[in-house]
């Protein structure tokens, strides 16, 4: 089965996906920028932040999944995306950009620290890259997600696993250092208000539960959801409103050329 990403699913908590964008693209808010490239745009969301505050840039949404383009493409038609797998991109394109911008998208990548190299290259003189990626894997949802998928009942029906690629902020620092003098680099966790534990649910379900979902069919799918929402409860008590604290924490970089 494939593993898909859906835009659907992924844009029932836009509000929150978007809010760590438009925080980092603040960061660079009142510098001259022409050209932007938006690396793992999703449904074109973040490429919309940016516009709005750059909104005379050529942006540039460039993403993996099919589905997220074609929802980016209907929705912010003034902006042009193109499906692309990241690293593909930095070795064959040509251009270069004033503005290179990620959110939430590299811990995806195989080898993330040879995307930040490649893609400063692609950078104008003067130029600056903000990124953000979650380092969120020390939170309780991604402990109970492995000890449900590496059970005794789950492990034999999940034979692959996803790969965590988060490193530690000391390494991100020593590969920034090393390509510029002019950087920051700083952390934030956003406590997300989730109206339920099944809210939980339905926020990995289009991201950190892909991998799972898409390697059994339907009739797995329930008994699945049932033992992970089990771990969820255990996990994350309801305050005393009914609601669920969210915390993620998101590392963010800007490295100027």
């Given amino acids: 089965m494939e593993n898909k990403w859906d835009s659907e699913t992924y844009l029932k908590f ?22 932007v490239l938006d ?9 919309a932040v940016i516009q709005s505050v750059f909104p005379e840039a050529d942006i540039l949404g460039i993403d993996f999944s099919a589905d997220m383009i074609e929802r980016a493409k209907k929705d912010y038609p003034d902006i042009t995306f193109e499906q692309w797998d990241a690293d593909e991109f930095t070795e064959k ?26 893609l400063y290259k692609l950078l104008n003189e003067n130029g600056v ?13 991604h402990h109970l997600i492995h000890k449900v998928v590496t059970s005794e009942k789950w492990k034999t029906v999940f034979k692959q696993q996803r790969n965590y690629v988060m490193s530690s902020v000391e390494e991100y620092f020593d590969v920034i250092s090393a390509l510029s003098d002019e950087f920051d680099i700083w952390t934030s966790t956003y406590h997300h208000v989730l ?6 649910w339905a926020w990995y ?3 950190g539960l892909r991998p799972y979902l898409s ?17 969820i409860r255990k996990n ?4 005393r409103n009914g609601k669920v604290i969210f915390d993620f924490p998101r590392l963010f970089f800007t490295i100027e050329k």
Avoid at 39 to 47: A, D
Avoid at 132 to 140: K, V, W
Avoid at 195 to 200: F, G, M, V, Y
Wanted: aromatic share 8%; with cysteine.
């Fill in 14 to 35: 836009e509000k929150e996906r978007t809010q760590p964008a438009i925080d980092l693209v603040r960061r660079v808010e009142g510098r001259a920028v022409s050209s």
């Fill in 39 to 47: 690396v793992g745009c999703g449904p074109g969301n973040s490429s």
């Fill in 93 to 118: 394109t040509g251009k270069k950009f004033d503005l290179i911008f990620s959110n939430a998208c590299l811990q995806w990548l195989p080898d993330q620290f040879m995307t930040i190299t490649n």
């Fill in 129 to 141: 890259m903000a990124i953000q990626i979650p380092c969120n894997f020390d939170e309780p949802i």
């Fill in 195 to 200: 109206s339920s534990h099944e809210a939980l």
């Fill in 205 to 207: 379900e289009g991201t």
């Fill in 215 to 231: 390697q059994i069919d339907d009739s797995m799918k329930e008994e699945f959801r049932k033992d992970i929402m089990e771990e």
């Fill in 236 to 239: 994350y008590p309801l305050q």
